[in-house]
T-cell receptor, first 111, second 112 residues
Framework: KAGVTQTPRYLIKTRGQQVTLSCSPISGHRSVSWYQQTPGQGLQFLFEYFSETQRNKGNFPGRFSGRQFSNSRSEMNVSTLELGDSALYLC??????????FGEGSRLTVL | QQQVKQSPQSLIVQKGGIPIINCAYE??????FPWYQQFPGKGPALLIAIRPDVSEKKEGRFTISFNKSAKQFSLHIMDSQPGDSATYFCAATTNTGNQFYFGTGTSLTVIP
């Protein structure tokens, strides 16, 4: 069974640009959540989707948004990038909401 | 506000030692406490998890101790090996399971 796939793995953007990250969950998993990982801060929750509905949202500005498609694939978008948005963005899928299966992440660098 | 507080930030032990990582929480609605292991360049992977109705859970060389009254839980790694060198995260969630709160991570180095 294929794991969680995130694309792209690495990307470099400049301040003010926007970025879209993609996540393909494990087949059969309908819940997809996104986390931001930075040194010293651990993993911070961004949002969680289940069957195309956002069920929960973390404490991030409105520049961070996401969506989930009918095939459970998910995207997150960050608009008007700031230097502080540089981080590893992790996607996790879950079947029963108990065990999270993480992808390898998308490492975003904002210059 | 960090809902799950983790310590220490880093830990160095000799092979065969027993590193201990501690976590504390405040929200009594949390009812599932997993530990994740992350190697460089990889996403976190579930290592072991516990629910508050038991005080200890053991899987292989990994043990979680849980103190419900103190709202603390810890990970013990028995007979640690260099291959255990990784970053460990504790986490907590409620019965909805749609948001996990993670600690800030502990970087473990096991010296051969």
């Amino acid at each position: 069974k294929a794991g969680v796939t995130q694309t792209p793995r690495y990307l470099i953007k400049t301040r003010g640009q926007q970025v879209t990250l993609s996540c393909s969950p494990i087949s059969g998993h309908r819940s997809v959540s996104w986390y931001q990982q930075t040194p010293g801060q651990g993993l911070q929750f961004l949002f969680e989707y289940f069957s195309e509905t956002q069920r929960n949202k973390g404490n991030f500005p409105g520049r961070f948004s996401g969506r989930q498609f009918s095939n459970s694939r998910s995207e997150m978008n960050v608009s008007t990038l700031e230097l502080g948005d540089s981080a590893l963005y992790l996607c996790a899928s879950s079947w029963r909401g108990v065990e999270l299966f993480f992808g390898e992440g998308s490492r975003l660098t904002v210059l | 506000q960090q809902q799950v507080k983790q310590s220490p930030q880093s830990l160095i032990v000799q092979k065969g030692g027993i590193p201990i990582i501690n976590c504390a929480y405040e929200n009594t609605a949390f009812d599932y406490f997993p530990w994740y292991q992350q190697f460089p360049g990889k996403g976190p992977a579930l290592l072991i998890a516990i629910r508050p109705d038991v005080s200890e859970k053991k899987e292989g060389r990994f043990t979680i101790s849980f103190n419900k009254s103190a709202k603390q839980f810890s990970l013990h790694i028995m007979d640690s090996q260099p291959g255990d060198s990784a970053t460990y995260f504790c986490a907590a969630t409620t019965n909805t399971g749609n948001q996990f709160y993670f600690g800030t991570g502990t970087s473990l180095t096991v010296i051969p």
